[in-house]
């Protein structure tokens, strides 16, 4: 009779899984708190709404994910026999989910009670949009699981990290640069220190965590200063929220939600587009560090997180976390995953999530979105060869245009009011100035990935490759999912546009075949482009 070897049992923690969870906590709670500071200080948003719908299934899909990773973990550790085996951190992506507040849901829900709606009936609508837009990432991100390294070999490095490096830049980091400095005192002393400690590598004289530090910090010196009347104008202390119990069970209300995703295609295909490169990413980063996952499995697994999200409620879509190698440094293993799901998705459903972040302002929460922009452009530029630097910077001019839209409340050009006005305004010098902005900006991101994918390829030498990109920018602008002459950057059929809209289509459709032509005839030199100098 042959006695089985037994199983090795391996502890569900290890002390290097109780520094992993709190640096996995404070950055979901940074998201959320931003998500929420944002839609309800910038926008308007009912609170109501966010902390009892929104927040306990967004809360819900970072406890599948987590707990999914956590299983995935303990799989590799029996397999190889090791007990150093890190599980991958998961949370909701910085880049995405600040996006989903500033370009999706509070524009909607302005947009929304613009359109005659009451402030509850917009509200539900844009939450009902959050749950689409959920749906329709986790899709994408489903499909393109089985074809990542495919998506990668087509669009260079410096179009797919480009194009969110601009959004990064100009958006993130801009915009919540205002809000930081809307309180200066509080904001550029918080952000001040979260360089010192994250950029410089600044010691603090307390060991702890210098991003909670920062956040207790700020918090302490915004709420001590309104106390003493030197804080910001009209300034109180928040009405804690009673802690309800949310179930978050699933609901379709996301089917009442996806006719009004179509005007926001431009930007949601892209945020599901960069997690698949992401999860790809990561993975090879955790397999460098000595983890051998399977990068299907990763991205198979932050896929049905985000839709299941979706499902109960959830705005922001989930994603693994770049810095597993800084987690295994840290001495975590799988056990601080399986503590932030738990924590995250219970505290959600509880309440809990919902009352710390109210007490978080934003003068504290921008000035670490701030940081998150210039690391993201950083990255971008670090991971991207140096010849096509200067194409990505190309690419970030896009987001300037979408900007400048938003600053000045991306009014209807196109409205019968305005267009007598700018048809007036005709000096045979070109497209009204506000038109050009606006056509510009919409569908932004798309934009910079196919301009920077044109630059970079012409700086390869490869002209039709770059002719190409440019031909696939004409068939979208053809359709406004990019230069969309709908002032809210809605699609539409191309022979449904007249007057001043569609004269704006045709010129933009065809700059870009115009210069897709020349750089084919171009193409046929001997040598179109000079190889570099020799060092």
Do not use: C
Request: net charge neutral; proline share 7%; hydrophobic share 55%.
């Amino acid at each position: 009779m042959n006695v089985g070897t037994p199983t090795k049992q391996r502890s569900w923690f290890v002390a290097g899984d109780l520094n992993g969870f709190f640096g996995l906590v404070v950055d979901n709670l940074s998201i959320l708190g931003f998500i929420s500071a944002a839609l309800i200080g910038i926008f308007g948003f009912p609170a109501e709404v966010i902390y009892t719908r929104m927040f306990p299934g967004t809360a819900f899909g970072v406890l599948v994910g987590n707990l999914i990773y956590t299983w995935m973990a303990r799989r590799l550790a029996a397999k190889t026999g090791r007990d150093d085996v890190t599980a991958m951190p998961l949370g909701l992506d910085a880049p995405t989910s600040i996006g989903m507040a500033l370009l999706v849901l509070g524009p909607a829900f302005v947009g929304f009670k613009q359109a005659g709606m009451d402030e509850a009936a917009a509200a539900t609508a844009t939450w009902q949009l959050g749950m689409a837009s959920l749906i329709v990432m986790g899709l994408l991100k489903f499909v393109l699981s089985f074809f990542g390294d495919a998506v990668t070999r087509l669009i260079p490095r410096a179009g797919l990290l480009g194009s969110i490096a601009g959004v990064a830049l100009v958006l993130m980091g801009f915009l919540p640069l205002i809000e930081t400095l809307r309180s200066p005192m509080v904001g550029f002393m918080t952000l001040g220190l979260l360089l010192y400690v994250l950029i410089a590598k600044g010691r603090l004289p307390i060991k702890l965590p210098g991003v909670f530090v920062a956040f207790v910090f700020g918090t302490v010196l915004f709420y001590g200063f309104g106390a003493l009347g030197l804080g910001a104008p009209g300034f109180t202390f928040p009405t804690p929220q009673p802690l309800n119990f949310v179930l978050p069970l699933p609901t379709l209300g996301f089917i009442d939600g996806l006719p009004y995703t179509v005007p926001y295609l431009p930007l949601l295909l892209p945020f599901g587009l960069l997690m698949v490169v992401g999860g790809i990413n990561v993975s090879e980063s955790a397999r460098a560090a000595g983890d051998d996952y399977r990068t299907r499995d990763i991205l198979l697994a932050e896929a049905f997180s985000t839709l299941v999200a979706g499902l109960v409620g959830g705005v922001a879509q989930t994603t693994p976390y770049i810095g597993q190698p800084a987690y295994k440094h840290m001495g975590a293993r799988s056990g601080y995953t399986l503590l932030t799901g738990l924590f995250i998705g219970l505290g959600g459903m509880l309440g809990i999530v919902s009352g710390l972040v109210q007490w978080l302002p934003l003068a504290v929460l921008a000035p670490i979105i701030v940081y998150v922009a210039l690391d993201i452009t950083t990255q971008a530029f670090q991971a991207t060869p140096g010849k096509h630097a200067t194409a990505m910077v190309f690419g970030f001019l896009p987001s300037v245009a979408y900007m400048l839209a938003i600053k000045t409340g991306n009014p209807g050009w196109i409205a019968p009011d305005h267009h007598a006005q700018l048809m007036s305004a005709l000096d045979g010098h070109g497209l009204p100035e506000l038109a050009v902005i606006v056509t510009l900006g919409n569908g932004f991101i798309m934009t910079s990935m196919i301009w920077t994918s044109a630059v970079a390829a012409m700086v390869d030498g490869r002209l039709r490759r770059a002719a190409a990109f440019l031909l696939a920018g004409a068939g979208l602008a053809l359709f406004g999912i990019i230069h969309s002459v709908d002032p809210r950057g809605g699609v539409y059929l191309p022979w449904a546009l007249e007057g001043l809209s569609r004269t704006i289509a045709w010129q933009f459709i065809g700059a870009y075949i115009g210069l897709a032509v020349l750089l084919v005839l171009l193409s046929f030199q001997r040598d179109p482009v000079a190889a570099p100098p020799q060092a």
